[in-house]
């Protein structure tokens, strides 16, 4: 049987610094200085659109994938303030009653502009938002009414839920402000830029995992998980070899010159007809944002925040669809790994070279809730944010891991993220498996 060991896998030990995934298990005073750190990042990452888009007031244009900026910017205050100063059932954590009424905001139109159910994603390009100085403003009042709250609250699972909802819920914002700082070409200082590049890996041989049992998923308590990580449960997982790292763009060139984007044979039926719609526009010959990948040379040039950029062929293979990284395998004669193989191997196969943490990585799950009767329990729970998760059961594909943009203190190996198959904007790439 498999063993639970790395480091992680438990919510239960206290985190010495702010930029470790234990901070699942943060108590008041490590959240207090992991807010203000996430609100710092927040701004500063928004200070490179003041710069790349002050001629633009901000304007950029609109995108099924991404949020105006400024709408970005407020909605981190927004956040923090609905589930921590304006919620009187914030010390129940994960059991208050999420209709409950709200205190009002300290912004009177803040619903009107920030609340995702009274501004669609459609409405936001229209809105007429404040000027960044009293947004930035909003945002220090905020973090400032919820930090005074955490120094009074218990120090309990359940009275801190909303702090670490509310730090987890920035770090992932943040990180998508880098991706849309990807989609629209905008160009990042360059102490940004250096620290947002994948690495470069050395090939290392896959590796063979037995069959072993493995429990699935967070446990309820103690520490911070999210609803869809639970219950955690108990699973048989057959042999199986799996890539000890992400494909890399050395691999993923073979199967373009091999002709992968021109055999429908390759491809899932709904995956073909995804790529012949591509083609009647923008055209697809490799990963969103390559230019040239090079048949005789094995080039790849991709644009990376508006600048092309040869790409290493060390490095992960980055920007596709799910339809592309399951045409790969089957071209490649292997297939995406089930998400508890992911998770099995992430967290026992460290130490025999499982390296993850560069980019997402696509698994072959599609994103449901885990089985109840499997669990033995009562099964999935929504969380207090019950939009969270439930809305995009059976619809979306999961990825595991974190990217080069994720917070450190994000990448934790139970964390299931979930996107429609062909989302490709993302800093994502596969793995394959087979057996």
């Given at each position: 049987?498999?063993?639970?060991?790395?480091?992680?896998?438990?919510?239960t030990?206290?985190?010495?610094v702010?930029d470790?995934?234990l901070?699942?298990s943060?108590?008041?005073e490590?959240l207090?200085?992991?807010l203000?750190?996430a609100r710092n990042?927040?701004l500063?990452?928004?200070?490179q659109?003041?710069?790349a888009?002050?001629?633009?007031?901000?304007?950029?244009?609109?995108?099924?994938?991404?949020?105006p900026p400024?709408w970005?910017?407020g909605?981190?205050?927004w956040?923090q303030?609905?589930?921590?100063?304006?919620?009187?059932?914030r010390?129940?954590?994960?059991m208050a009653?999420?209709?409950?009424?709200r205190?009002a905001s300290i912004?009177?139109e803040?619903?009107t502009?920030?609340?995702?159910a009274?501004?669609?994603h459609r409405?936001?390009?229209?809105?007429?938002?404040?000027?960044?100085?009293p947004?930035?403003?909003?945002?220090l009042?905020t973090?400032e009414?919820?930090?005074?709250l955490?120094?009074?609250?218990?120090?309990?699972?359940?009275?801190?839920y909303?702090?670490r909802?509310?730090?987890?819920?920035?770090?992932?914002?943040?990180?998508?402000?880098?991706?849309?700082?990807q989609?629209?070409?905008?160009p990042?200082e360059?102490?940004?830029?250096d620290?947002?590049v994948?690495a470069?890996?050395?090939?290392?041989?896959?590796?063979?995992?037995?069959?072993?049992?493995?429990?699935?998923?967070?446990?309820?308590?103690?520490?911070?998980?999210?609803?869809?990580?639970?219950?955690q449960?108990?699973?048989?997982?057959?042999e199986?070899e799996i890539?000890?790292?992400?494909?890399?763009w050395?691999?993923?060139?073979?199967?373009?010159?091999d002709?992968g984007?021109?055999r429908a044979?390759?491809?899932?039926?709904?995956?073909?007809?995804?790529?012949?719609g591509?083609?009647a526009?923008?055209?697809r010959r490799g990963?969103?944002?390559?230019?040239?990948?090079?048949?005789a040379?094995?080039a790849?040039m991709?644009?990376?925040?508006g600048?092309?950029m040869?790409m290493?062929?060390?490095q992960?293979a980055?920007?596709?669809s799910?339809?592309?990284?399951?045409?790969?395998?089957?071209w490649?004669?292997r297939?995406l790994?089930?998400?508890a193989?992911?998770e099995?191997?992430?967290?026992?196969?460290g130490?025999?070279g499982f390296?993850?943490?560069?980019?997402?990585e696509?698994?072959?799950s599609?994103?449901?809730?885990?089985?109840?009767?499997a669990?033995?329990?009562a099964?999935f729970?929504?969380?207090?944010?019950?939009?969270y998760?439930?809305?995009?059961?059976?619809?979306?594909?999961?990825?595991?891991?974190?990217?080069?943009?994720?917070?450190?203190?994000?990448?934790?190996?139970k964390?299931?993220r979930?996107?429609?198959p062909?989302?490709?904007?993302?800093?994502?790439?596969f793995?394959s498996c087979?057996?």
């Open positions: 049987m498999a063993t639970d060991s790395s480091p992680f896998s438990s919510a030990s206290t985190p010495q702010i470790s995934p901070m699942r943060a108590g008041r490590m207090s200085l992991a203000m750190d990042h927040t500063h990452l928004f200070s659109y003041q710069l888009l002050q001629d633009q007031d901000l304007q950029v244009p609109f995108a099924e994938t991404i949020n400024l970005e910017l909605h981190a205050g956040f303030e609905w589930w921590i100063g304006r919620n009187m059932q010390s129940l954590g994960e009653d999420n209709s409950h009424t205190l912004e009177p803040a619903d502009w920030w609340h995702p009274h501004a669609p409405q936001r390009w229209s809105q007429v938002l404040p000027a960044v100085d947004i930035r403003a909003y945002l009042d973090l009414c919820s930090l005074d955490l120094e009074k609250t218990a120090d309990d699972d359940q009275a801190l909303v702090y909802l509310s730090l987890f819920h920035e770090d992932m914002q943040g990180e998508r402000l880098v991706q849309t700082a989609t629209i070409g905008m990042l360059q102490a940004l830029r620290a947002f994948p470069r890996l050395s090939s290392r041989e896959a590796l063979l995992m037995p069959a072993s049992s493995w429990k699935l998923g967070s446990k309820a308590a103690p520490g911070f998980s999210f609803d869809n990580e639970k219950p449960h108990m699973v048989q997982v057959p199986f890539d000890a790292q992400p494909v890399s050395a691999q993923y060139v073979e199967f373009v010159d002709g984007y021109d044979e390759l491809w899932q039926p709904d995956g073909w007809r995804w790529l012949q591509l083609a526009g923008e055209g990963p969103r944002y390559v230019d040239q990948i090079g048949v040379s094995g790849v991709q644009t990376r925040f600048q092309p040869r290493h062929g060390g992960p980055m920007h596709m799910w339809w592309e990284a399951d045409a790969w395998c089957r490649a004669g297939r790994p089930a998400e193989e992911w099995l191997a992430a967290h026992t196969a130490g025999r390296r993850w943490g560069d980019v997402w696509w698994t072959a599609s994103f449901r809730p885990y089985d109840s009767s669990a033995g329990s099964g729970m929504p969380g207090p944010n019950s939009d998760s439930q809305p995009f059961f059976g619809t979306h594909k999961v990825l595991r891991g974190a990217s080069f943009a994720t917070r450190a203190r994000m990448k934790h190996a964390f299931r979930f996107c429609l062909e989302r490709d904007e993302l800093f994502c790439g793995r087979a057996l």
